[in-house]
């Protein structure tokens, strides 16, 4: 960053130019048009993958309001999640319109419209307007934040995300009452709608390297006094009501392999891991070519290897954020060495670091972390040429409008989704379980039988694939076909106790991650 560049940028943080940035409003309206436009065919979606279990099937939800302030986020799973508020805005929505779908992708396509004008107005005062409008418009249409906004579930992702963007760009401004109380409240949006925003003090601390060029002065004092109380008050409060009511602690052992693999990763492997996915996420946010809304299973796997090209991307991406930290911290590029940190604490939440989480791997949970990675790029974009700059960025974001379009169009319905997903990630157990449901419910026997035959020919040691291949036999009346798939099933996946002949129409259980 040349230096009139870094004056640029310092009058701004100082407040000099407060209220008077180029570009207005125009930009970060701009760029959440381009969102709408992009997300516009999912208003042609249902609900898919995760969404009937969180909505539709959640007494919760659809009549017991009350419990959801004191019951995780999905019961049945052993993680604890806690996300009363994402449930609040799914239970004013089912008494509005019921198991209508479209309202539900809207509300998720204006949020992310939000987010993606919160990082514009965000980056124009870290790190000027270009970058600012450049991360916004590559947030808009980058591919990986289709599950996020497609899947309806998604919601809390964008909930968390913008309510966090407010809350850190309301910090930057000048000090008062109101503002303590803004950005507390976006504290509290973001803490009641995703586990991520127990961040937020640690990101309003990170920001300090920002801000702190402030001048020193008794206000900026009392300000910043009333704030740290009001946030230890109100985190004090949540970390009390859910430890009581549903709990912090899970037991990682009761994870299942197909979730998250990683449960089974031992030695140097429970080490290694991360890095691996460290690496598949930095290919995800630098070429989203091949999407899937499932990674667990065999996909990932629980193993380190050293001839998985994976290990040595992330291993490279790790070097890569130590060495631009370094650099910022030389040059006092502060915006830089900002966003490297809440880059650096949003993904570690999530990355299987410290701590597994429900799942080895997802596209949605980079929703933040992309935030503060593609304003770095922004960073980096707006220091080229311009006649250099606007084709390269206007090439990324119609190449990632157009990813992104045609992924968010599969994820309309809910039996091709599943067979689209399978075919393109045939490792993939959940997929052929979600598929054979579907198919089965809509009457389609022969599609659900299709559906367990290719799912066992990918996957011959996944017993409930061989015995959701008997029930589709059975279904159809076939019972040849039934007791050669029985011998098979016992032939390739022995430890699994197959029944036979079940009910038809038993319940099969996938594990959602």
């Known amino acids: 960053m040349n230096r009139q560049a870094e004056a640029d940028v310092e009058a701004t943080l100082l407040g000099q130019r407060d209220g008077h940035e180029p570009g207005g409003?125009?930009?970060?309206?701009?760029?959440?048009?381009?969102?709408?436009?992009v997300y516009l065919v999912t208003l042609h979606g249902t609900f898919v993958y995760d969404d009937p279990s969180v909505i539709l099937n959640n007494t919760h939800v659809t009549r017991d309001w009350g419990r959801i302030w004191t019951t995780a986020y999905a019961p049945k799973a052993p993680d604890h999640l806690w996300r009363p508020l994402t449930l609040l805005t799914f239970a004013v929505e089912y008494a509005l319109h019921g198991a209508t779908a479209w309202p539900y992708h809207l509300v998720n396509i204006l949020l992310h419209a939000g987010v993606c004008a919160a990082i514009v107005v965000l980056g124009k005062k870290l790190c000027g307007v270009r970058a600012g409008w450049i991360a916004g418009l590559l947030f808009a249409v980058h591919p990986v934040h289709v599950e996020a906004v497609a899947g309806i579930v998604g919601r809390a992702e964008m909930l968390c995300a913008l309510a966090t963007l407010i809350g850190l760009r309301l910090f930057l401004g000048p000090p008062g009452g109101l503002r303590v109380a803004g950005i507390s409240a976006c504290f509290v949006v973001a803490l009641l709608s995703k586990?991520?925003?127990?961040?937020?003090?640690?990101?309003?601390?990170?920001?300090?390297?920002?801000?702190?060029?402030?001048?020193?002065?008794?206000?900026?004092?009392?300000?910043?006094?009333?704030?740290?109380?009001?946030?230890?008050?109100?985190?004090?409060?949540?970390?009390?009501?859910?430890?009581?009511?549903?709990?912090?602690?899970?037991?990682?052992?009761?994870?299942?392999?197909?979730?998250?693999?990683?449960?089974?990763?031992?030695?140097?492997?429970?080490?290694?891991?991360?890095?691996?996915l460290l690496g598949r996420y930095t290919g995800l946010l630098v070429a989203p070519v091949h999407l899937s809304p499932d990674y667990g299973g065999a996909i990932i796997g629980s193993v380190a290897r050293l001839t998985d090209p994976w290990l040595y991307l992330g291993s490279a991406a790790l070097v890569a954020w130590f060495v631009l930290a370094g650099v910022a911290l030389r040059q006092r590029a502060w915006a830089l060495l900002f966003c490297l940190l809440a880059l650096g604490l949003s993904y570690g939440m999530t990355g299987n670091i410290v701590a597994l989480i429900g799942t080895i791997f997802a596209e949605r949970v980079l929703y933040l972390p992309s935030v503060f990675f593609l304003l770095i790029m922004g960073m980096w974009l707006a220091q080229w040429r311009t006649s250099v700059a606007l084709p390269v960025v206007l090439l990324a974001a119609l190449l990632g409008a157009v990813r992104t379009f045609t992924y968010a169009r599969e994820w309309n319905d809910a039996a091709s989704f599943y067979v689209w997903s399978y075919e393109h990630q045939p490792k993939s157990f959940n997929m052929y379980v979600m598929a054979y449901n579907e198919h089965m419910a809509r009457g389609d026997r022969p599609a659900a039988r299709l559906d367990a035959y290719r799912g066992?020919?990918?996957?011959?040691?996944?017993?409930?694939?061989?015995?959701?291949?008997?029930?589709?036999?059975?279904?159809?009346?076939?019972?040849?076909?039934?007791?050669?798939?029985?011998?098979?099933?016992?032939?390739?996946?022995?430890?699994?106790?197959?029944?036979?002949?079940?009910?038809?129409?038993?319940?099969?259980q996938a594990i959602s991650p």
Do not use: C
């Open 25 to 37: 409003w125009a930009a970060p309206l701009a760029v959440a048009a381009v969102a709408v436009l």
């Open 195 to 276: 586990e991520q925003g127990m961040l937020f003090p640690l990101l309003l601390l990170a920001l300090l390297t920002v801000r702190g060029m402030y001048p020193p002065d008794s206000q900026h004092r009392r300000f910043d006094g009333w704030l740290v109380a009001s946030i230890l008050l109100l985190f004090t409060g949540y970390f009390a009501w859910r430890e009581m009511h549903v709990g912090f602690y899970w037991n990682r052992s009761a994870l299942s392999p197909i979730a998250n693999p990683m449960v089974l990763s031992t030695g140097k492997d429970r080490w290694l891991m991360p890095l691996v």
């Open 456 to 508: 066992r020919e990918a996957l011959p040691d996944q017993g409930l694939l061989h015995q959701i291949a008997i029930d589709a036999d059975v279904a159809l009346g076939d019972m040849k076909a039934a007791a050669e798939s029985y011998a098979r099933g016992r032939r390739e996946a022995p430890n699994y106790q197959i029944q036979y002949p079940r009910a038809v129409g038993a319940p099969t």
